[in-house]
Structures are given as C-alpha cells and as structure tokens.
C-alpha cells in the first residue's frame, strides 16, 4: 500500500498553495506549520516573509488566509497574534486518515526516497573478557537503529567488529597450551555449555595467564614469541587461538540472547577478519603520501591535531616494530564495507571517548579517496552510563559492573512489580507467565532508559525509577498496550473495529488522533538523523494520550454502537502504533500484565 500523508503534511501543503496564491514571487516560502497548544497546528511562516518584505505580518496572514482552500480537511483557519495562522482540521479528517493508517500494516510509514545500504558497527565485546556496563550502549542502540533503518527500506549490513587480534592473546594461547584442560567443560557429557559457563571459564584462565605474565619473564618470553606465530599463522597456535574465540561466542551469544537481541555469526567480523589487508592497506596509504615514515612507524599527521606540546599527534598505522594499530585494522574494514560490501553509509555506534580516533581514521580514508561524496563515515558516540551519584557506573566494590548481573538484577526487580500486578489479570497470571512477563519487562526497561536518551548524553541508570509503573519508563508503555489489548478482548469482537468518520471527537479523542497520526513522521525523523530517543518520546506521549482519552471517554460504555465502534477502532490502532514503534526499539509488549 501506497504511504499515507499525515494531516500535518496535507494542512502544510494547503497552506503552501494559498501562500503562492497570495504571493506567486514567493511561491517556495515555508509555512512553517507545527503543532500547537492553541489549535490543531499553527503556521508561523508569514512573520519571518512580512519581516523580509517589510510589510504588516497580520495583513500578510489575513491574505494567506483568504486563499486557504479548506476543503473538507479544515475547520478552521484565523489569524492570531503578530501574524500566526492557527488551524483546525475537521474531525472527519482526523478519522479518515487514521483509517488509511489502520488499513496498511506499516500504519502508513513510507520507505524512504533513495534506499541505501549501511553498515551498522555495533556491540564490540573483546574475546576472552567478560561484557560489562560499558557494553551495554552500543548493543543497544545499535540494535535499534538496525531495527528502524530496516523498517524504512535501507538494506542494513550488521557488523560486530569484536577484539578477538592482539598481543593479549600471546599471553593466552601460550597459557593455555601449558595448562591443556583450562577450557574444559568436566562433567557435561557433551551437554551444550552455558553461556554463564563460558564467562566462568575465560574470566578464570584470562586471570591465571595473567598472574604468570606478570611474575614470570620466562613465560612472558614465550608469551611474546606466541604472538608471532598467531600473526604468522602457525597452525597449531591458530587453533589454540579458535578455542578462545569460539568459547567467547557461546558467552556473547547468551548474553545478546538475554537483551532479547538477534546476533548472527556472520555479523561477527572481529579484528582478525581484516588481518590479511593490514599489508597492503599501509602500502596503499605510503605509495598515495598519505602516511609517512616517523621515527620507523607509518604514521598520519593532521594540521589542526596536535598535543598538549604543541606537536602534532599523528594516527599510528604501523608501529616501529613492525605491528600493526587499530588504525590499520579500520582502515582496513573501511575498504572492505565500501568496496566490498558496496555501502554508502559505515556507521559507528561507539564511545565518545574514541571520538579522536574515528576522526583521524575518517580524514585518512577522506584523503584516499575511500569516502566521497558518495560514501559517508559516521561515528554516533554515545555517553556513558551513570551510577545513582552521577559518576561512572560501578559496585559497591568500585569494580566495573557485569552486564549479566546488571541484566539479571533489573529482571529480578520487574518480576517483583509483575507479579504484584498478577492476581489482577483475568484470568491471574501463571508462575510461568509471571516469569516471561519478569524477563520482557526488565529487559524492556534497561534497553527504554537507554534509548530514551540522546545517545550523546550521558544517563543514570536507577532501576528503581526504570521499572516504575509512572513516569517515563518502557513499564509504563507496556501495561498501555496491555491495557488496551484487554479492553479490545472484552469487546469479543475479533475483527478490527471499523472508523466512522461521520461522528463528532471529543477533545481528548482528537489529541489521541492527531499523536497518532504523527508516527510516520517520527519514524523518518528518527532513520534520518540517527536518533531513536525521538520514537521513545513519542510513545511516551502517546501512552500519556491514551491514558487521558480513556479516563474521559468510556469506551465499551460509549453512548451509542458506533460511537463505541470508533473509539475501539482508536484504541486499536494506538495499540498497533505502541506495539511498532516498541519494536523499533527492542522492546516487547506483552498482550497481558
């Protein structure tokens, strides 16, 4: 089905038409309609027009108005104020377009103009090392960008760029071969192993080879000579260094299964996925100029880059011994997500702190030719999470906190608030459904705080207001969609409940309508800029519209069929609006709470 304009874009464009009807030389002004408090919407355009043609703005408005044609789209449009245009729109309209939304099961999203394919670089965990808060971010809102880009028509290309290269895994692989049975898993029976196991078992044998690296200069030698050989190839160490990697994956995998997240092995494209380009990569950026030697390592200089010295600080492709930085490895991953993968946007959701870093790397593959005006980099760097006393998250102990126990306390609290609500659903609510709903909602709360952030900002993670019923919280949104999925099943009636435009709104019928005829526009807002706070916000208002339209207009008591028809027609298409845009967001709705 065709996309369906919302009431703001058809009011934009009347006034457009009467704008160039009043003033053909001015026929591409902007009207600048928005939403208003004191009307449907109100159009401020003719203030900033009379102030350039040196004119009366009211005048300018009362003309604009004149050549409005209303049509059966507006009620009303009187000029108010220095020179706005407040505008009402018929009910019939509100309702109608809302019909056209409910008859199409993207609600009316259009896919976006020219479609595209981006790569989206997001939850990085390092193999060997437990995920901890710090991680929590980039799943997340990675996830809910892939999750949006996709519903409007990009082809996306997921990629988890993890830490799986590196002198580390010296130290590791040389361990584990003189301490053969570490990663072993006794007494399983060849029972799959736990995810919870595999974080055991690395977390102990990375805290061993570290113990003996730092005590012992014979093995740290060894250690050393290994790394060679990983980066060389050697066979048996490559195997060695498998076991690592695949023991991490069974970790990542139960931890991204419980953010309710789909992560793909062949989305995992770690450090190790480009080690075979670093070679030519540097001889490509040496023969173009574009890095030089210093003092024996290949390095990038940039003018306005420079330390706390005065000196420049260069961007470190190759090191004087021979290794090989980060830089080469995503200059690297560049080449291949553009020539390769053929993508127009790359995508980095990542630490701000690393934000030097991707502008370095992004100005070097500029000066190469790589990004163009074709092809674009972009690093959306998120903040970090907060403890309650506003600094870096951490235990009681000051040490980073896990992100299984952090996940785990916030389903804990949930399932106290679910099954406190439990013997209120009809019929009362399982053990085992008060488990799933536990899991859906404290899932559902960390990843809502999270995204109902701007990325860039920092944010406090307090899981006593995040699974709060009131306020701001993914809790709050879910028991509205609950709440009208319980009033759509006490109607019976399993077919959708049909609109009448025909029938006067109430105030709060009308502002519930209008919210939900903005969710297309919120969608594109969002794909476009990155941003999926913008779609948190707007469920927020529009669980808050529906919570006032329900208090004041009953709806299976309505005052006659058709009148309780439409509202189970709005209440039905604001659960479907809750239940996409949530899903944007990775977030469940469960149909009872």
Same mark, same amino acid.
């Given at each position: 089905?065709?996309?369906?304009?919302?009431?703001?874009?058809?009011?934009?464009?009347?006034?457009? =038409?009467?704008?160039?009807?009043?003033?053909?030389?001015?026929?591409?002004?902007?009207? &600048?309609?928005?939403?208003?408090?004191?009307?449907?919407?109100? *159009?401020? @355009?003719?203030?900033?027009?009379?102030?350039?043609?040196?004119?009366?703005?009211?005048?300018?408005? @009362?003309?604009?108005?004149?050549?409005?044609?209303?049509?059966?789209?507006?009620?009303?449009?009187?000029?108010? !104020?220095?020179?706005?245009?407040? /505008?009402? %729109?018929?009910?019939?309209?509100?309702?109608?377009?809302?019909?056209?939304?409910?008859?199409?099961?993207?609600?009316?999203?259009?896919?976006?103009?020219?479609? !595209?394919?981006?790569?989206?670089?997001?939850?990085?965990?390092?193999? *060997?090392?437990?995920?901890?808060?710090?991680?929590?971010?980039?799943?997340? /809102?990675?996830?809910? &960008?892939?999750?949006?880009?996709?519903?409007?028509?990009?082809?996306?290309?997921?990629?988890?760029?993890?830490?799986?290269?590196?002198?580390?895994?010296?130290?590791?692989?040389?361990?584990?071969?003189?301490?053969?049975?570490?990663?072993?898993?006794? @007494?399983?029976?060849?029972?799959? %192993?736990?995810?919870?196991?595999?974080?055991?078992?690395?977390?102990?044998?990375?805290?061993?080879a570290r113990a003996v690296f730092d005590a012992d200069d014979a093995f740290k030698e060894r250690a050393r000579r290994r790394v060679v050989a990983l980066q060389s190839g050697d066979p048996e160490t490559r195997a060695l260094w498998q076991r690592f990697v695949d023991e991490s994956k069974l970790y990542f995998f139960s931890v991204f299964d419980k953010l309710d997240m789909e992560v793909r092995d062949a989305d995992i494209v770690g450090e190790s996925g480009y080690n075979d380009m670093l070679d030519e990569t540097c001889e490509l950026l040496a023969d173009a100029g574009v890095a030089v030697d210093s003092e024996g390592a290949l390095c990038v200089f940039f003018d306005d880059i420079k330390g706390q010295d005065g000196q420049p600080v260069p961007l470190i492709v190759r090191k004087?011994?021979?290794?090989?930085?980060?830089?080469?490895?995503?200059?690297?991953?560049?080449?291949?997500?553009?020539?390769?993968?053929?993508?127009?946007?790359?995508?980095?959701?990542?630490?701000?702190?690393?934000?030097?870093?991707?502008?370095?790397?992004?100005?070097?593959?500029?000066?190469?030719?790589?990004?163009?005006?074709?092809?674009?980099?972009?690093?959306?760097?998120?903040?970090?999470?907060?403890?309650?006393? !506003?600094?870096?998250?951490?235990?009681?102990?000051?040490?980073?906190?896990?992100?299984?126990?952090?996940?785990?306390?916030?389903?804990?609290?949930?399932?106290? %608030?679910?099954?406190?609500?439990?013997?209120?659903?009809?019929?009362?609510?399982?053990?085992?459904?008060?488990?799933?709903?536990?899991?859906?909602?404290?899932? !559902?709360?960390?990843?809502?705080?999270?995204?109902?952030?701007?990325?860039?900002? =920092?944010?406090?993670?307090?899981?006593?207001?995040?699974?709060?019923?009131?306020?701001?919280?993914?809790?709050?949104?879910?028991?509205?969609?609950?709440?009208?999925?319980?009033?759509?099943?006490?109607?019976?009636?399993? *077919?959708?409940?049909?609109?009448?435009?025909?029938?006067?709104?109430?105030?709060?019928?009308?502002?519930?309508?209008?919210?939900?005829?903005?969710?297309?526009?919120?969608?594109?807002?969002?794909?476009?800029?990155?941003?999926?706070?913008? /779609?948190?916000?707007?469920?927020?208002?529009?669980?808050?519209?529906?919570?006032?339209?329900?208090?004041?207009?009953?709806?299976?008591?309505?005052?006659?069929?058709?009148?309780?028809?439409?509202?189970?027609?709005?209440?039905?298409?604001?659960?479907?609006?809750?239940?996409?845009?949530?899903?944007?967001?990775?977030?469940?709705?469960?149909?009872?709470?």
């Open positions: 089905m065709a996309s369906v304009p919302s009431l703001a874009t058809r009011v934009r464009q009347r006034v457009a =038409d009467a704008l160039a009807a009043a003033l053909p030389q001015e026929a591409a002004a902007d009207p &600048l309609l928005r939403r208003s408090d004191r009307a449907d919407f109100q *159009a401020n @355009g003719m203030l900033a027009l009379a102030k350039r043609l040196k004119t009366n703005p009211r005048e300018l408005a @009362g003309q604009v108005a004149a050549q409005v044609d209303a049509g059966d789209v507006l009620a009303d449009v009187e000029v108010s !104020g220095p020179g706005f245009l407040n /505008i009402a %729109v018929t009910d019939a309209a509100i309702t109608s377009n809302l019909a056209a939304r409910a008859a199409d099961d993207r609600l009316g999203v259009p896919y976006a103009d020219a479609p !595209g394919t981006t790569v989206v670089d997001y939850a990085q965990p390092n193999v *060997a090392k437990e995920m901890h808060v710090g991680h929590l971010r980039s799943a997340v /809102i990675g996830d809910s &960008l892939v999750r949006v880009l996709e519903f409007t028509g990009e082809t996306v290309v997921r990629r988890h760029h993890i830490g799986d290269w590196g002198t580390q895994f010296g130290m590791l692989i040389q361990y584990l071969d003189e301490h053969p049975h570490e990663l072993d898993h006794g @007494g399983t029976d060849g029972a799959a %192993v736990s995810g919870e196991e595999a974080a055991s078992n690395l977390n102990r044998l990375y805290k061993a004087s011994d021979g290794g090989y930085g980060y830089a080469a490895t995503d200059l690297s991953a560049i080449r291949d997500r553009v020539f390769n993968l053929k993508a127009q946007t790359l995508l980095y959701v990542v630490d701000h702190r690393q934000s030097l870093h991707f502008r370095m790397v992004f100005e070097t593959a500029r000066r190469m030719g790589w990004l163009d005006g074709d092809v674009t980099a972009i690093q959306l760097a998120f903040g970090t999470v907060l403890g309650k006393d !506003g600094k870096p998250f951490k235990t009681r102990a000051g040490t980073t906190v896990r992100l299984e126990d952090l996940l785990d306390e916030a389903i804990d609290r949930a399932s106290s %608030v679910v099954r406190e609500k439990a013997d209120k659903a009809v019929p009362p609510l399982t053990e085992a459904e008060i488990a799933e709903r536990g899991t859906q909602v404290g899932i !559902g709360a960390v990843k809502y705080a999270d995204l109902s952030t701007s990325a860039a900002r =920092d944010y406090k993670f307090d899981l006593d207001q995040m699974v709060s019923l009131h306020g701001d919280t993914s809790v709050y949104l879910q028991y509205a969609y609950a709440r009208i999925r319980s009033i759509l099943r006490r109607a019976g009636d399993t *077919a959708r409940p049909a609109a009448h435009p025909e029938l006067p709104l109430e105030e709060a019928e009308r502002a519930l309508g209008l919210h939900v005829d903005g969710f297309a526009a919120v969608v594109a807002e969002a794909a476009e800029e990155y941003a999926p706070h913008k /779609i948190a916000a707007y469920l927020y208002q529009l669980a808050s519209h529906f919570t006032t339209f329900y208090e004041h207009c009953p709806v299976l008591k309505a005052d006659t069929p058709a009148q309780v028809e439409n509202r189970l027609f709005l209440s039905d298409l604001t659960a479907r609006t809750l239940h996409t845009g949530m899903s944007l967001l990775g977030i469940r709705t469960p149909e009872r709470l």
